[in-house]
């Protein structure tokens, strides 16, 4: 399960209780833009902190996530370009 976006402790601790640890092998993925929420998912919890991309870094994911290769037409590059600088190095925009 993925919980996108979580902004504090108190909506994290509304969601925690649905679900349980039942030791079955069952992992929850909580995407968060703050650290403090981040650290008091769970003790056990790994927060891994996604840095912004470089701009050919940003251009190469987005090529092969939306067209599977870096070569388009002229026009439509122009337009993928000006998408990718626009989400300004965010790997998840």
Same mark, same amino acid.
């Given at each position: 399960?993925? !919980? +996108? +976006?979580?902004? &504090?402790?108190? *909506?994290?601790a509304?969601? /925690?209780? *649905?679900?349980? +640890?039942? /030791?079955?092998?069952? $992992?929850? !993925?909580? @995407?968060?833009?703050? #650290?403090?929420? *981040?650290?008091?998912? +769970?003790? $056990? @919890?790994?927060?891994? /902190?996604? $840095?912004?991309?470089?701009?050919?870094?940003?251009? %190469?994911?987005? =090529?092969? #996530? @939306?067209?599977?290769? !870096? /070569?388009?037409?002229?026009?439509?590059? #122009?337009? *993928?370009?000006?998408?990718? %600088? #626009? =989400? &300004?190095?965010?790997?998840?925009?």
């Open positions: 399960v993925v !919980i +996108d +976006d979580v902004w &504090d402790r108190e *909506a994290w509304s969601l /925690k209780r *649905a679900f349980p +640890d039942d /030791k079955n092998g069952s $992992r929850v !993925i909580v @995407t968060t833009r703050s #650290k403090e929420v *981040a650290q008091r998912v +769970d003790e $056990r @919890t790994y927060a891994h /902190k996604l $840095r912004y991309l470089r701009s050919d870094e940003s251009w %190469q994911l987005f =090529c092969e #996530k @939306t067209f599977h290769s !870096i /070569k388009m037409d002229e026009g439509l590059e #122009k337009l *993928a370009r000006e998408m990718v %600088q #626009k =989400c &300004d190095g965010l790997p998840l925009a």
